[in-house]
Nanobody, 126 residues
Framework: QVQLVESGGGLVQAGGSLRLSCAASGRTIRTYAMAWFRQAPGKEREFVAVINWNGALSDYADSVKGRFTISRDKAKNSAYLEMNNLKPEDTAVYSC???????????????????WGQGIPVTVSS
């Protein structure tokens, strides 16, 4: 089993930045694809970003391209989401997710991920 714990969320003004961290425990995630999803109040969960097992491939939702960067650190068994130029519409609960079959590519659907963190709120004020 893999446990994922997010940190780094909070309240920020529009135009500001936050860095979310996702720490994994239980087993190494070095061969897993890692992703971030978000869910705003009253909306469905949506894909934000994904990175493959070795960091060579990544993909982003159109709404965050050029502003968000996903990365991972194998030594720390962690993944990260750097969020810049935040907008009020980025307000949501952000969750990290892990896909054990990360060598197959870069999954984007929630049902492709076996492990999920509890989620952490990000609020962007205008």
């Amino acid at each position: 089993q893999v446990q994922l714990v997010e940190s780094g969320g909070g309240l920020v003004q529009a135009g500001g930045s936050l860095r979310l961290s996702c720490a994994a425990s239980g087993r190494t995630i070095r061969t897993y694809a890692m992703a971030w999803f978000r869910q705003a109040p009253g909306k469905e969960r949506e894909f934000v970003a994904v990175i493959n097992w070795n960091g060579a491939l990544s993909d982003y939702a159109d709404s965050v391209k050029g502003r968000f960067t996903i990365s991972r650190d194998k030594a720390k068994n962690s993944a990260y989401l750097e969020m810049n130029n935040l907008k009020p519409e980025d307000t949501a609960v952000y969750s990290c997710a892990a896909d054990p079959q990360g060598w197959l590519g870069i999954p984007r659907r929630p049902d492709e991920f076996d492990y999920w963190g509890q989620g952490i709120p990000v609020t962007v004020s205008s």
